[in-house]
Nanobody
Framework: VQLQASGGGLVQAGDSLRLSCAAS????????MAWFRQAPGKEREFVSG????????FTSDSVKGRFATSRDNVKNTVYLQIRSLVPDDTAVYYC??????????????????????WGQGTQVTVSS
């Protein structure tokens, strides 16, 4: 599966942004999709995920209420809507896909090893 993330850019604090991640596979609906981010000097961290059918989403407590994930299995695309951006949101944002069936555990969702495919990342920079 090839993943292509887009939508990043330079924005001001308080702005909103929607990131997109397009997948090459028609079997896109068979993958749990997630967004991670990596700020300078920090480890890559899980921010949000969505089940294969799109009915359930998971969001990290650190961004809950501002980040929302959705997907369109017809367009083979997953989205990350971010609102009320703050400078601490500055990071490279990555989408990831996993064929793993069980993501009910937070530990499983956060573990990068559980994701077989990664996009190239899109830079989000938030100015104060």
């Amino acid at each position: 599966v090839q993943l292509q993330a887009s939508g990043g850019g330079l924005v001001q604090a308080g702005d909103s942004l929607r990131l997109s991640c397009a997948a090459s596979e028609r079997t896109f609906s068979e993958y749990f999709m997630a967004w991670f981010r990596q700020a300078p000097g920090k480890e890559r961290e899980f921010v949000s995920g969505i089940t294969r059918n799109g009915r359930t989403t998971f969001t990290s407590d650190s961004v809950k209420g501002r980040f929302a994930t959705s997907r369109d299995n017809v367009k083979n695309t997953v989205y990350l809507q971010i609102r009320s951006l703050v400078p601490d949101d500055t990071a490279v944002y990555y989408c990831a896909a996993s064929s793993r069936r069980d993501f009910s555990s937070s530990l499983n969702r956060r573990s990068r090893e559980n994701y077989e495919y990664w996009g190239q990342g899109t830079q989000v920079t938030v100015s104060s």
